[in-house]
């Protein structure tokens, strides 16, 4: 590893040079006077700065610095249009666009190398954007090797239709026998390709059949479909396993005496009514003289994960638990997740527990840490919490919990005065039958005071923490969130405007929690604060301390869920390891390849998470186009264009579409300068903000998208509901 680094350093070094001239791999190894032997820690440094963007390919197989080829490396993100934007490695210049023509073969993930073909400021003056244009000139790593989606065929061949809209080609393939399938695929199941070399546009991909998922459509293959497209592991290795096996299922108080024994606390968990593995646990004290002690325990997941170990390499290679609709994809084997590692009421556990002491005004005066024990004297659900908090207290559970709100409530107003954006948004839950997973019902889950409660709490926890390592200097992992770019913010303040809403300067914070408070409650609040998130950076890991934007923290590190999140489990390894420094994870080059990967692993949960809700969504949607009494649902028009009104559902937290064409009571056309839509001989306007009452007219699972249709006076449109059939 160092010899590879400090070659790295050398071919830099002369790359930088006055004199330098491209050179190839022959030639730069001679120019280092490295000698044959080590000709392949040569190879492995160019790859990992070419990989890194440090360095870039030109004609011929030869290197240069990519800024004096006008060359950018990074990771294409496209778009389902077909356009996309090359996000730059280490790099804070932005993005580039590449348009359609220009990706090549180039899919969505695929670390790839551009040619800058426009600067920023020449785009700037002729499309308003500020990002320059570029063309992809090398692929340097496919993101997969795989793809999912649905076999089709022609009278001529057949051929797979991926999953991912941002896949815009189809994939040429050859049916053939699959052992697990005990049949060759036929048009409509679900499978798994991969990928063949493809090295022309002009031609579509072509790949072999490796898994047979299902049939569209069939219980259960939606979900596996979205886990093989993500690449999310099945299946724990046998060797994590019999690790897991080997970890006692009870806590022995007597085995540790070091800890400090907090058993005789009344302690409590609050968690989601379906959690099933509890990692926090919370006390809070009033003192003499008005100041507070809060307590946060944390399962102390690292007393068992120990570093390099079979269950510490699958954490680490997972990088968190992915929830999935009807599922959850685990980082940690079940014995430890929802064993022993579980908070569970009236049973001991070992936790990692964060003592702050709080003046009256809730001003933080004080914290200490230390490896402990506890027994959870309660386990409170949210809904609990909240009923609990909604009467006076009656007994020693009533009168803790409305103690702690009392703390809360107040951390929660500081938070906020000192520049904290009001960001959250409300959740809906798919509610599906446990046998066949299709969806029954939505629930709205509000953030109410409960869910408030354990967010300060764990918020204040995770301040502490980052502060206490920072300070000591003691190299870990942060959670940030970087300032945003100021030309982000004025392309989102013309966007606000252009809803009507007045903002100033948004790089001021002050003015930036004005707007966010004038949009609460209006219709357009969703839209616009979707929009905000889309102009602010991406939060993620890094091993340097650059605060979070979004929170108004100087010093944030996430400590509270180490049963989910890699991330957590160093920061529990680190302030274990702060005094005597023994057995902290790794060096900070160490660390910061930690903080990148778990980084990307965050982003694929993510994506994985929230497609499989909305899939569900969807698909409880499709049920009320074959129902003779379909709901009727609140709708709130967030954008008109040429071809329609999108509109947003409060109550299902999903957008559609409302086809011009669906308007049967009107000739509508379309006024682009004041964003509406006017009927010509009714004179009436459907414009941004207005609510309406809709229907669902289609539904396509395939494209994920909804069409619904405007209910006036009880009937659909003018007449009658539309008719079943084709998507757009």
């Not at 077909?82 to 180039?106: C, H, K, P, Y």
């Not at 008005?290 to 390099?308: K, Q, R, T």
């Not at 005066?365 to 207290?393: M, V, W």
């Not at 066949?436 to 005071?449: C, F, K, V």
Request: charged fraction near 30%; glycine fraction near 6%.
């Amino acid at each position: 590893m160092k010899k590879e680094s400090d070659t790295k350093q050398k071919i830099l070094a002369v790359m930088r040079g006055p004199k330098y001239r491209p050179l190839d791999k022959i030639e730069l190894g001679r120019a280092l006077g490295i000698k044959s032997d080590g000709r392949g820690h040569l190879k492995e440094a160019l790859q990992q700065l070419e990989r890194a963007g440090d360095i870039a390919r030109i004609r011929k197989n030869r290197y240069v610095l990519p800024e004096e080829a006008d060359l950018v490396t990074g990771k294409l993100q496209v778009h389902q249009a077909g356009f996309g934007f090359l996000v730059r490695e280490n790099s804070d210049q932005g993005d580039v666009f590449i348009a359609a023509e220009n990706t090549g073969t180039a899919m969505n993930g695929d670390s790839v190398v551009a040619r800058i073909t426009r600067d920023a400021a020449y785009t700037r003056a002729r499309s308003g954007t500020a990002h320059p244009e570029g063309r992809v000139i090398r692929i340097l790593e496919r993101a997969h090797a795989t793809i999912v989606g649905t076999l089709q065929q022609t009278p001529n061949f057949s051929y797979v239709v991926p999953d991912d809209p941002r896949i815009v080609h189809n994939v040429y393939v050859k049916p053939q026998p699959l052992p697990e399938a005990h049949r060759a695929p036929s048009p409509g199941d679900k499978v798994v390709v991969r990928l063949e070399p493809w090295e022309s546009r002009h031609v579509n991909p072509e790949g072999e059949i490796v898994e047979f998922l299902g049939r569209a459509g069939d219980p259960g293959v939606d979900m596996l479909s979205i886990i093989r497209k993500h690449h999310l592991p099945t299946e724990f290795p046998v060797d994590v396993l019999a690790e897991a096996e080997r970890v006692p299922e009870t806590v022995d108080p007597d085995g540790y005496g070091e800890r400090e024994d907090l058993r005789d606390r009344f302690i409590v968990t609050i968690d989601p009514d379906d959690a099933r593995d509890f990692d926090d646990a919370i006390h809070v004290e009033k003192l003499p003289g008005g100041e507070w002690e809060l307590g946060v325990h944390i399962a102390d997941v690292s007393a068992y994960v120990v570093p390099g170990s079979a269950l510490d390499r699958e954490a680490l290679q997972r990088g968190n638990s992915v929830y999935l609709a009807d599922r959850v994809v685990p980082m940690l084997p079940e014995r430890l997740s929802n064993g022993v590692c579980s908070l569970n009421p009236n049973v001991v556990r070992l936790t990692h527990s964060a003592f702050i002491r709080f003046a009256k005004n809730a001003a933080p005066r004080s914290a200490r840490f230390a490896r402990t024990l506890i027994r959870s004297a309660h386990r409170l659900t949210y809904k609990e919490a909240y009923a609990i908090l909604q009467n006076p207290p009656n007994d020693k559970l009533g009168e803790r919990l409305h103690t702690a709100w009392s703390l809360a409530a107040i951390l929660r107003r500081r938070r906020f005065a000192q520049g904290s954006l009001d960001l959250d948004f409300p959740e809906v839950k798919v509610v599906l039958d446990p046998k066949s997973g299709r969806p029954l019902r939505l629930e709205r889950i509000e953030n109410d005071e409960s869910h408030q409660l354990v967010e300060e709490f764990m918020l204040a926890a995770n301040e502490a923490v980052a502060a206490e390592l920072k300070n000591r200097l003691i190299p870990t992992i942060y959670r940030v969130h970087e300032n945003p770019d100021p030309d982000k913010l004025t392309e989102y303040r013309e966007m606000v405007q252009s809803y009507g809403f007045q903002a100033g300067d948004l790089t001021n914070r002050a003015e930036l929690q004005r707007l966010l408070a004038s949009l609460r409650g209006k219709p357009e609040e969703q839209a616009l604060k979707i929009g905000l998130l889309k102009s602010l950076k991406r939060a993620r890991y890094t091993t340097q301390p650059l605060g979070h934007f979004g929170l108004a923290k100087t010093n944030y590190a996430h400590f509270t869920s180490p049963i989910r999140r890699y991330a957590d489990l160093v920061v529990h390894r680190t302030l274990a390891a702060r005094n005597s420094r023994r057995g902290a994870r790794g060096s900070v080059a160490e660390l910061t390849g930690i903080a990148e990967h778990i980084s990307t692993t965050e982003r694929v949960a993510a994506d994985a998470e929230n497609e499989s809700v909305k899939m569900k969504k969807l698909e409880f949607l499709q049920a009320q186009v074959a129902t003779d009494n379909p709901q009727v649902f609140r709708a709130v028009v967030i954008e008109v264009r040429n071809y329609g009104l999108l509109i947003e559902l409060p109550d299902v937290l999903l957008t559609g579409l409302i086809h011009i064409s669906s308007l049967a009571d009107d000739f509508y056309v379309f006024d682009g300068a004041r964003r509406r839509l006017i009927g010509r001989q009714s004179k009436r306007t459907l414009t941004v903000g207005e609510a309406l009452r809709v229907v669902v007219a289609r539904i396509d699972i395939f494209k994920q998208q909804a069409d619904f249709a405007i209910v006036t006076d009880g009937l659909v449109g003018s007449s009658q509901r539309p008719r079943r059939g084709r998507g757009r």
